[in-house]
């Protein structure tokens, strides 16, 4: 007696399922029943829940009645036909490729995702300066800064520099800075904010000033640009300052202020852009007591694929009450070379 062959007895397990599967009829009149999940280079792939994944020549195929839609190309470019199928004969010979709604055509190329830009991006920046006021001549700076932008979200800034200027014929340091500066998005364009700027500077006497300033930011203009941010900000809170100076006599300084802030960053051309910075810090109890900064510089793309900018400045940095023996303003032209990455 002969024994029942492997398919055979795979179609008789199969026969319950018949009515709610995908139909493959043999060349040898078995039938099996399952998912087609594709045609590909002549192979035909069923799942199964009884023997799994099987792979079956289409040259064993004599037909197939698929329960639901499938993606059909026969011949070579012809448009896929999608719907249930029931295919045999010529009409199964001459087809290329099957698949399932929503799974990509066998065999073609797809392309991986590109991936998700960094919302982080890092720059240094190498300056050379003059400045008036209480030093005076050419000064040198290096700083660099951190730049978190999800403009939907969240801003950071982190930055640290330092000046140094030649007195006697040495290079001595004239001031070295670090701070943070942070937004968080209530809508689209109101925020509250916080900063925090460290600072000693020889030229002004100053041993240490530490300035806070948190409150609220309104967005006149914003738009995302890569990872910076064009914007019209303004800007309005409460701080802090503190201040201490090198000579004794002098003492420190602390007080509660108003915090007041001005941003504009715009893109002029393919390849300039402006910025300008304002902060005004009065103290509350005495308005005529108050630090006042200004920055306004333009930008032009040198080398744009190794983001290589040259940037022309000015600064002002107005402090009503200054150390015993120097001046109240300090002004600063600079140019500077900006690589960022």
Not at 8 to 19: D, G, K, S
Not at 54 to 83: C, F, K, N, W, Y
Not at 216 to 232: D, H, Q, R, S, V
Not at 324 to 333: E, F, I, P, Q, S
């Amino acid at each position: 007696m002969a024994k029942p062959r492997p398919t055979r007895v795979l179609a008789i397990l199969a026969t319950p399922f018949a009515l709610l599967a995908d139909t493959v009829r043999l060349d040898n009149g078995d039938r099996l029943t399952g998912t087609v999940t594709q045609i590909h280079e002549g192979v035909l792939t069923l799942e199964t829940e009884y023997a799994g994944t099987l792979s079956i020549p289409q040259s064993r195929v004599a037909g197939i009645a698929t329960d639901g839609p499938v993606e059909v190309a026969a011949g070579t470019g012809a448009a896929p036909a999608p719907g249930p199928a029931t295919l045999e004969g010529d009409a199964l010979a001459a087809v290329r490729s099957l698949w399932l709604p929503g799974a990509p055509q066998p065999g073609a190329v797809v392309e991986a995702p590109a991936p998700e830009k960094s919302p982080w991006s890092f720059s240094a920046a190498l300056d050379a300066r003059y400045t008036d006021g209480n030093s005076r001549g050419a000064v040198a700076g290096l700083n660099a800064e951190a730049n978190y932008v999800r403009p939907e979200l969240w801003t950071l800034k982190l930055f640290t520099g330092a000046e140094y200027n030649k007195a006697d014929g040495s290079v001595s340091e004239h001031k070295v800075f670090a701070g943070a500066d942070t937004d968080y998005f209530l809508t689209e364009k109101s925020s509250l904010y916080a900063r925090e700027m460290l600072l000693t500077d020889r030229a002004n006497d100053i041993r240490l000033r530490s300035t806070f300033g948190a409150g609220g930011g309104y967005y006149l203009y914003k738009n995302p640009a890569g990872n910076l941010l064009e914007m019209l900000r303004l800007r309005a809170g409460l701080g802090h300052r503190y201040e201490t100076h090198r000579a004794a006599q002098s003492g420190s300084a602390s007080a509660m202020t108003v915090d007041l802030g001005l941003r504009l960053h715009k893109a002029l051309a393919e390849n300039i852009a402006w910025t300008t910075e304002i902060t005004h810090a009065p103290a509350i109890n005495d308005f005529n007591d108050y630090l006042f900064t200004h920055d306004s510089r333009c930008g032009v793309d040198l080398v744009k694929k190794w983001r290589l900018t040259y940037e022309l400045g000015v600064q002002h940095a107005y402090n009503s009450r200054p150390a015993a023996g120097n001046v109240y303003l300090d002004t600063t032209c600079y140019a500077r070379i900006r690589k960022s990455w």
